[in-house]
């Protein structure tokens, strides 16, 4: 195994210093990133936040129908986002659509646009 200690011969303190302000002044950032990147990390819930982008609400009968899902399974989810404050519930009579929260769009449209053009190199 390769020797694992630091040989750098002098720290660079100044840019250690940056460093650390960097991070603590984006601490609020990085923590939402995380949550929504741990929960889109999950293959069925970042198709459904793809659909929800794509089509801008759905409810989860619509949901379950696009996926093949029963509707507890895709409502688990759809309850996970919510509660990760990732996804939005507007409710029209009995019916619950679900929407993408606009300051995540930001952080996810670049994923939906790869995958959308992987979509297109294959076809």
Same mark, same amino acid.
């Given at each position: 195994?390769?020797? !694992?200690?630091?040989?750098? *011969?002098?720290?660079? +303190? @100044?840019?250690?210093? $940056?460093?650390? @302000? ?6 609020? $950032?990085?923590?939402?990133? #995380? %949550?929504?990147?741990?929960?889109? #990390?999950? /293959?069925?819930?970042?198709? +459904?936040?793809?659909?929800? /982008? !794509? @089509?801008? /609400? ?5 949901? &379950?129908?696009?996926? #093949?899902? &029963? +509707?507890?399974?895709? &409502? %688990?989810? *759809? ?7 990732? +996804? !939005?519930?507007?409710?029209?009579? %009995?019916?619950? =659509?679900? &929407? ?10 670049? =994923?939906?646009?790869?995958?959308? %053009? ?6």
């Amino acid at each position: 195994m390769a020797n !694992e200690t630091c040989i750098r *011969l002098q720290a660079d +303190i @100044e840019q250690i210093k $940056s460093c650390r @302000e960097k991070l603590k002044a984006n601490s609020k $950032s990085f923590l939402q990133l #995380g %949550q929504v990147l741990a929960l889109t #990390g999950n /293959e069925v819930r970042l198709k +459904i936040l793809f659909l929800l /982008e !794509e @089509e801008k /609400e759905l409810c989860p009968c619509d949901l &379950s129908d696009i996926l #093949g899902m &029963s +509707i507890p399974a895709v &409502s %688990q989810h *759809l309850r996970k986002l919510k509660d990760g404050n990732i +996804i !939005e519930a507007r409710k029209k009579g %009995q019916t619950i =659509f679900y &929407s993408l929260r606009n300051e995540h769009l930001k952080v996810l449209r670049p =994923f939906f646009k790869i995958i959308n %053009q992987q979509n297109l190199t294959t076809v």
